[in-house]
Every structure is written in structure tokens, then in C-alpha cells.
Nanobody, 122 residues
Framework: QVQVVESGGGLMQAGGSLRLSCAAS????????MAWYRQAPGKGREFVAR????????YYSDSVKGRFTISRDNAKNTVYLQMNSLKPKDTAVYYC???????????????WGQGTQVTVSS
């Protein structure tokens, strides 16, 4: 069984920074890509950023580009999201997702975490 566990959420004032972490664990699981999504109250789940394991390529939504940075630690099967210049509209539950070898065929994520709350006050 694969577990995806996020940490690092909390309350921050606008303009501040937070760093989220996400670890994927499982006896035989190897990540091919990991991503962050978020869901604000009353809204659907929104893509934030993703990183691939083979070459470390990254992709961001326009809403966070230039403010958020996704990075990875291959040895720990862990991904990070450094969030700077936070805005109240960044308030959401942030979910981490991990993809296995089918990622390059389907673009889909196989495992999801429970989410971590990020609240940005004005």
C-alpha cells in the first residue's frame, strides 16, 4: 500500500512564506511524478505545480508562477512546495499526488494525500 502524507500547512499573513512537504512511501513504490493541487472553499480542485522524477522538469499554474517553487528529494521520495508572497486567494486545502509508471501514458496520479490546510490572512 502506498501512503502519501503532506505536512507544513498553517496560518500565515499575506506576503509571508510557507513550505509544504509531501512524502510518498510504499515498499515497492517509485514516483515518476508528483504534484500539488489545492481546493478552496466552495471551489473545485485546482492544479498548482508538478515535477517529474526522471529529469526534474517542473510546471506551474499561472496563478502561482513566480511565487511558488516545487522541488524534490529523490532518495526520500519527497516533494516540497515553497510558497512565497502568499495571498489570501491562496487559502485552500493543499493536496499532494504521486504518479507511478503509467504517468507518461495517462498523465494521471495514482495516489493522493489527505491534504493540509493553508490559510492566508489579509
Amino acid at each position: 500500500q502506498v501512503q502519501v502524507v503532506e505536512s507544513g500547512g498553517g496560518l500565515m499573513q499575506a506576503g509571508g512564506s510557507l513550505r509544504l512537504s509531501c512524502a510518498a512511501s510504499g515498499r515497492t513504490f517509485v514516483s515518476y511524478a508528483m504534484a500539488w493541487y489545492r481546493q478552496a472553499p466552495g471551489k473545485g480542485r485546482e492544479f498548482v505545480a508538478r515535477i517529474t522524477w526522471t529529469d526534474g522538469s517542473t510546471y506551474y499554474s499561472d496563478s502561482v508562477k513566480g511565487r511558488f517553487t516545487i522541488s524534490r528529494d529523490n532518495a526520500k521520495n519527497t516533494v516540497y512546495l515553497q510558497m512565497n508572497s502568499l495571498k489570501p486567494k491562496d487559502t485552500a486545502v493543499y493536496y499532494c499526488a504521486a504518479a507511478g509508471p503509467n504517468y507518461y501514458d495517462t498523465g494521471e496520479y495514482d495516489y493522493w494525500g489527505q491534504g493540509t490546510q493553508v490559510t492566508v490572512s489579509s
